[in-house]
């Protein structure tokens, strides 16, 4: 017999494995969209991943951000002593309170041109003299905030105190002692006894630990005061004996 001259018809089932239906291994529309997260599978784009890095990017540093502030406000809430604190000479250079860690000072509010400005200035310097500064130290602080009392300049003030009233204790920058600009060290000796000075020459005990134990007035005689720093010193002294 002669061949057929058309091929022959090969079983597409015969000898081969089956497979399901292509439709069948695609998954359907609302499954990809549940796979991606509800978002239709779109091919990217260098552009787009740059988009993608760069919004990340900035969600990171955010969050940096944040954290660093919140860390900076807790360490604002950390309790402080007074020697804490880092204050502005006369030249205006930083000096670190640490210096007088185990001393008692005595923190006062200067005037150059008050009416309290000799008898104080005399009582401040024979004190400081008397107790001596091994264990005690006047600190003055110039503030201009009441009246014409303080007008100069820091440098002004310590030269004018050294050679009108012969103090030898340290005269810091002319500071602020009230309101927003407040010095923060003499703000923690203000809001440790809830007062703000009325006027020149207020006197602050500071113990050698930076707390603040008592305060006066300018008016209260210098007298209170001299016991009182006496009495710390005389502790200061007796503790430093009983440790060696």
Known sequence: MRPSSQPARLNPTAGHHSFPRTQSIIPSKMEALEVLGGYPNKPSNPRSRM?????????????????????????????????????????????????????????????????????????????????????????????????????????????????????????FSKIKIMGSEAEPAFKFITDSVKKIPKWNFWKFLVNPEGQVVRYWKAEEPVESVRQEATAMVRQIILKKRAEL
């Not at 951000?65 to 809430?77: E, P, Q, V």
């Not at 200067?110 to 309290?116: I, L, P, T």
């Open 51 to 171: 988009v993608r890095v760069l919004l990340s990017m900035t969600v990171v540093m955010g969050c940096l951000l944040m954290l660093h502030s919140f860390l900076k406000i807790a360490m604002s809430r950390k309790p402080q002593d007074f020697y804490s604190f880092e204050v502005k000479d006369a030249k205006g250079k930083s000096v670190s309170l640490e210096r007088y860690r185990g001393k008692a000072s005595l923190v006062v509010n200067v005037a150059s041109h008050s009416e309290h400005t000799d008898n104080n200035y005399r009582s401040l310097q024979e004190l400081h003299r008397e107790l001596g500064t091994s264990h005690f130290n006047v600190l003055a602080f110039p503030c201009g905030q009441f009246g014409d009392t303080e007008m100069g300049t820091s440098r002004d003030i310590e030269a004018n105190a050294k050679n009108t009233h012969g103090v030898t204790f340290p005269i």
